[in-house]
């Protein structure tokens, strides 16, 4: 997340609302261990980065369902190995885990 | 003062804190800061959850680890107690300060070596006796240059090493290699590599018996002649063979080529 903290601040300073989204578990094959995070501004500015670029498309889907009320917080799931787990998942094989909730803390 | 400003000022300045959040469970986005030495901050959503969580997260950050941990609501470990109960989970997520690399010996191969530590996140020590060779003009890459022999740096601060840190000796010089083995042996230091070709090698281990350090368990924890056998050659390929060896290490991994071996790349 340090790579993320200057363009919070910078998002936070503007009054934009923003969600994080930050991988808490990996399965398997996964390019990223917990803790990569990646945020998503309510105009769809995107800083960092969660997977190899297998997931990052559908994680900013879900972080602007978010900010815009359609899902609650929680977790989010990407892989195959999963019944309720997305149609995108990471070519390597693997599952990842992530986190996302409004930056508002 | 929020708890994300909190965060990211101990992000920035690379010192340890944890934070954890309820990510399942009753509360979920509950955050509680974890730093060690001070009171926590926030509430996952029960004192006794936050107490247990501020105990779990000290040790984590302590490891350097983060991950995900499974708690009853009021704290509750143990599978009797967790038994019927609702459970919260909680990821824990660490920033424990950065690895080091204590490099003796200011020779050429040290600057290219501290320049790929740095790529791979390492706070960098170079530390030589000799004044006209340690200088910060030679080696700007390192966070800090010492002129003094190794024995001082180890009384002074070897209880900092930990196991994902690394010590490497790169003098080829007794007077300094055998004080350098000897201070770092007495560390838990995670890595602890000693350059010198085979023949070096042997002599070296006869200094070091005359020392005193004779025990295979000692002497297994040095890796000598330091490096990978990737056929290196300059500076800079003996750095990537010596952090491609710190690497192997961490991880109990054989370092062959991925195409001879079978199975998940990342276990």
């Known amino acids: 997340m340090k790579e993320l903290l200057d363009d919070l601040d910078r998002w936070r300073t503007a009054g934009t609302r923003v969600a994080l989204a930050r991988v808490v578990d990996v399965e398997g094959s996964g390019p990223r261990g917990p803790g990569a995070a990646m945020a998503v501004s309510l105009e769809g500015e995107v800083v960092g980065s969660v997977s190899g670029g297998c997931v990052e498309g559908a994680v900013v889907t879900e972080a602007l369902s978010l900010l815009h009320g359609e899902r609650k917080p929680g977790i989010v799931t990407f892989g195959y190995s999963d019944d309720e787990a997305f149609a995108v998942g990471l070519t390597c094989g693997g599952t990842i885990r992530l986190f996302i909730e409004e930056f508002n803390w | ?267």
């Not at chain 2, 779990?56 to 019927?84: H, K, N, V």
């Not at chain 2, 790929?116 to 966070?143: H, S, W």
């Not at chain 2, 994902?164 to 007077?175: F, G, N, W």
């Open chain 2, 1 to 267: 003062m929020t708890l994300s400003d909190r965060l990211s000022e101990r992000v920035r300045s690379g010192d340890p804190v944890a934070l954890a959040t309820v990510i399942e469970g009753e509360g979920v986005g509950n955050h509680l800061l974890i730093i060690p030495g001070e009171d926590s901050d926030g509430s996952l959503g029960h004192p006794d959850l936050d107490r247990v969580v501020h105990r779990d997260g000290l040790a984590e950050l302590e490891a350097g680890r983060s991950g995900i941990r499974t708690y009853g609501p009021e704290g509750q470990t143990t599978p009797e107690d967790l038994e019927g109960t609702p459970t919260v989970r909680v990821f824990v997520e660490s920033w424990a300060p950065p690895p080091q690399m204590w490099i003796f010996g200011a020779v050429d191969f040290t600057a290219a070596l501290a320049r790929v530590a740095k790529i791979l996140g390492y706070r960098v020590l170079v530390c030589d006796a000799r004044e006209i060779f340690a200088t910060g003009r030679r080696f700007p890459m390192a966070d800090e240059v010492r002129v003094t022999w190794p024995s001082p740096v180890f009384d002074e601060r070897g209880e900092t090493l930990g196991p994902r840190d690394a010590v490497c000796i790169l003098t080829h010089d007794p007077k300094f290699d055998v004080p350098a083995v000897q201070g770092a042996l007495a560390t838990r230091v995670g890595y602890i590599g000693v350059m010198g070709s085979r023949t070096t090698h042997e002599r070296r281990l006869e200094r070091l018996a005359e020392a005193g350090i004779t025990s295979n368990e000692e002497l297994e924890r040095l890796m000598s002649p330091i490096g990978l056998d990737l056929g290196a050659r300059t500076p800079e390929e003996t750095a990537i063979s010596i952090c491609a060896e710190i690497i192997a290490n961490r991880t109990g991994r054989t370092a062959s080529r991925l195409r001879s071996g079978s199975g998940p790349i990342h276990p």
